[in-house]
C-alpha cells in the first residue's frame, strides 16, 4: 500500500472487532446470514466456469463459510485467509494477513475469490494489482462487496437525529463504491475481460435494533478513522430507530435494510484470451451492418 493513500478505515479496529464477532461471546454464527448468501452466490458463479483450479485463496474467509459453497471439485486446494485468527478454518490452511500488504508470491495461484473486506481497504486499486500480480497468467479473480446504495436508510436516519439533536452530524456508516467505479478498477488493476454487476439483497428486521445487533456481530461496527469515540448517545440513537422505521417498516411492521452487493469478476492476462480487433482491422463498415448509406464529411 503507497504511504500516501489517506487512511479512511481503521484496520486494527477492524481486526479487533472482527476478533470479538467471532469470540465465545461474539455469535458470529448467528449473524452471518449474508455473508453465507454471499458465499453461495460466489459458489454459483464459480461452478458456471469449466475450470478446475489446483491451488486457491479465500480472502475475508469469514470462519471458512465458502467451503459450504464450493463444489470440492472445482478447487484442489482452497485457503483462507482473514484479518482474525478465530474466522479462519483450524485445518491447516487458514493463515491470518492483511488485504492491503498479501503475503504471496507472484503467479502463484490459480484463483482467488474475496467473499468479504474490500470495502474496508483504504487502497483498493493497490489491492487488486497486488491479487492481479498473485495469479497465474489465466488465474480467475472473483469478489463481492457492498455497493453505493447499501445502509442507506441507516445513514439518513443518523444523520436526521443528529441534527435535531446535537449541534454536529458524526459518521456511522461507511462509505460504499459505485458499481461503475468497481468495473473502472478493475480494468485499472490490468484484469482482462472485467465484468461487475449487482445483485441488491433486502433483508426484514423485527426493529432497527435489531439490524445493528446484527451489523455488530458480523463484526461490521464502525471502523471510520474520523468517528467520535464516545458512544451514540441513547436519545439520538431511539429518534434514528424512529426515523428510520418510518421509512421502511412494513405493513407486517418489518424494517426492510438493502445490502447493494456488487460481484466482481477479472481474469490475469493471458495470451490465449480473446482479444480486441486493433483499429482499421474490421472487414465490414458500421454503415452497411446497419443499412445506411455512407457520407464522407
Not at 492483511?98 to 481497504?121: I, N
Not at 424512529?242 to 445490502?259: H, P, Q, S
Request: net charge negative.
Amino acid at each position: 500500500m503507497a504511504d500516501n493513500v489517506p487512511q479512511i478505515f481503521d484496520r486494527q479496529r477492524l481486526a479487533r472487532n472482527r476478533a470479538r464477532a467471532a469470540g465465545p461471546k461474539g455469535g458470529f454464527g448467528a449473524h452471518d446470514f449474508l455473508l453465507r448468501h454471499i458465499a453461495n452466490e460466489l459458489g454459483d458463479r464459480l461452478a458456471g466456469i469449466a475450470r478446475k483450479f489446483s491451488h486457491g485463496l479465500c480472502l475475508g474467509s469469514s470462519g471458512g463459510v465458502l467451503n459450504a459453497a464450493l463444489d470440492a471439485a472445482h478447487i484442489d486446494t482452497l485457503y483462507h485467509a482473514d484479518l482474525s485468527a478465530t474466522l479462519v478454518p483450524e485445518d491447516g490452511r487458514g493463515l491470518v494477513c492483511d488485504e492491503e500488504r498479501l503475503p504471496f508470491a507472484e503467479a502463484s495461484l490459480d484463483v482467488v475469490v474475496a467473499l468479504w473486506g474490500l470495502h474496508h481497504v483504504n487502497d483498493l486499486p493497490g489491492t487488486l494489482i497486488q491479487i492481479r500480480q498473485i495469479l497465474k497468467p489465466d488465474g480467475l479473480f472473483l469478489a463481492a462487496l457492498p455497493g453505493g446504495r447499501t445502509l442507506d436508510s441507516l445513514r439518513h436516519a443518523l444523520v436526521a437525529a443528529e441534527t435535531e439533536l446535537l449541534p454536529g452530524v458524526r459518521p456511522h456508516v461507511h462509505p460504499f463504491p459505485d458499481l461503475a467505479d468497481l468495473g473502472a478498477l478493475l480494468q485499472r488493476a490490468g484484469f482482462a475481460l472485467p465484468v461487475a454487476d449487482a445483485l441488491p439483497i433486502e433483508v426484514y428486521f423485527p426493529t432497527p435494533i435489531d439490524l445493528l445487533n446484527d451489523l455488530q456481530g458480523m463484526g461490521e461496527s464502525n471502523v471510520l478513522t474520523a468517528r467520535v469515540a464516545a458512544t451514540l448517545r441513547r436519545d439520538v440513537l431511539m429518534r434514528a430507530c424512529e426515523i428510520y422505521a418510518d421509512l421502511e417498516r412494513r405493513e407486517d411492521g418489518k424494517c426492510r435494510a438493502v445490502f447493494d452487493m456488487c460481484y466482481l469478476a477479472g481474469w490475469a492476462p493471458h495470451e490465449s484470451q480473446q482479444q480486441p480487433l486493433k483499429p482499421g482491422s474490421a472487414k465490414a463498415s458500421l454503415a452497411a451492418a446497419l443499412g445506411t448509406v455512407e457520407r464522407k464529411l
